[in-house]
């Protein structure tokens, strides 16, 4: 029987069962509509008040503080609009950095187009933010500083805390996209000093569609979407009851094991990162080696093609990815990446693997065991390699 093994926790996780058994009654017996006012609908607004306590709960926020959304790009999108709220795009500039995921990037190219100035800072050979490009970037306008708490490609950790000290006597904004982060590192938003923080739930073993976005209290809050009273008048639409239960039902599971799991699957890390370095020449380990999530590996193998090597990888029953599953269908290289100093060859040589509750130390002997093959077998039907050069580590 061929193995299945995925190895792509980043992407998406599966939902718990613990979680789906929670979801459950809200589709067929606590089915009503939250904003009803009999006792069907009070019980399905109780659902969701339970729920947003328990986001709350999970980063130290109030729970008058966190609004439901449809995901992290939903969430990321609001909080660009509201830093903007009021004010002329033309007076308004906002820092971000390269490596952030597309649903800032995009929105923050679209707001150029708008008349909006952005910066993107650049990150170091590990993909880390420097604090200090930070404080130099800042201008009397800046209205919003934009930094992700975790790369979801690399893995890399940001300072997060440290940003958030240097702009916490200013007016400037500050917002995280913390869908990494979240289930995988604490996350604090009062230690952290940020203003706004987007996650989504299937990140940490709850339902895909669902999302929230924190938003500090006291902060003017535009409407995202018109038509309702839903979420205290700023996201219209009936709520999506059973996805805000998993929700709230998922984070509060993922922090009661996140102490252990985070210690479990670090080792696992370190196994795999170590294995594959002893067994496989030319490659480059991306991301910080030590300020890094638990569960990221990601490498760049010199001479052959991700795409390539994610499919005999796949013919083995490894599921993995090379990169973001938002952006799976680009052919250009990650901007990532190349956004670490890396050229198009390389970039486009890259694995990453992401591990998750079901990771065993078994799964990762087997692609210890399988994966070297596999590249050394690539690289000898690629023209680009050359046999007597093997035996380097990339740097």
Known sequence: MMKDIYLDHAATTYTDRR?????????????????????????????VATARAQVAA????????????????????????????GKDKKDCHIITSAIEHHAILHACQQLEKEGC???????????????DSVSQALK????????????????????????GAILKDKPTLFHTDAVQAMGAVPVNVEDWGVDMLSMSAHKFYGPKGVGALYV????????????GAQERRHRAGTENVPGIVGMGKAIELAQESLSEESARLTTLRDKLINGIIERIPEIRLDGH???????????????????????????????????????????????VLLALG?????????????????????????????????????????????????????V
């Open 19 to 47: 979680v789906l058994k929670e979801m459950l009654p809200y589709f067929n017996e606590i089915y009503g509509n939250p904003s009803s006012l009999h006792e069907t609908g009070r019980k399905a607004a109780k659902a």
């Open 216 to 227: 500090r209290k006291g902060i003017k809050i535009v409407s995202f979407i018109h038509g």
């Open 58 to 85: 999970a980063i130290n926020a109030k729970p008058e503080e966190i609004y439901f959304t449809a995901g992290g790009t939903e969430s990321d999108n609001w909080a660009l609009r509201i830093a903007l709220a």
């Open 117 to 131: 100035a952005v910066t993107y800072l650049p990150v170091d050979e590990y993909g880390r933010v420097s604090v």
């Open 140 to 163: 009397p306008n800046t209205v919003l500083v934009s930094i992700m708490a975790a790369n979801n490609e690399i893995g890399t950790l940001e300072p997060i805390r440290e940003i």
């Open 289 to 335: 080696p030590t300020e890094r999530l638990p569960n990221n590996v990601h490498f760049c193998f010199k001479y052959i093609e991700g795409e390539a090597l994610l499919l005999s990888l796949d013919a083995e029953g490894i599921r993995a990815s090379s990169g973001s599953a938002c952006t799976s269908g680009a052919l250009d290289p990650s901007h």
């Open 342 to 394: 890396l050229d198009h060859g390389t970039a486009h040589g890259s694995l990453r693997i992401t591990l998750g509750h079901v990771t065993t130390e078994d799964d990762i002997d087997y692609v210890l065991d399988t994966l070297p093959g596999i590249v050394e077998r690539l690289r000898m039907m690629s023209p680009l390699f050359n046999q007597q050069e093997g035996g380097k580590t990339l």
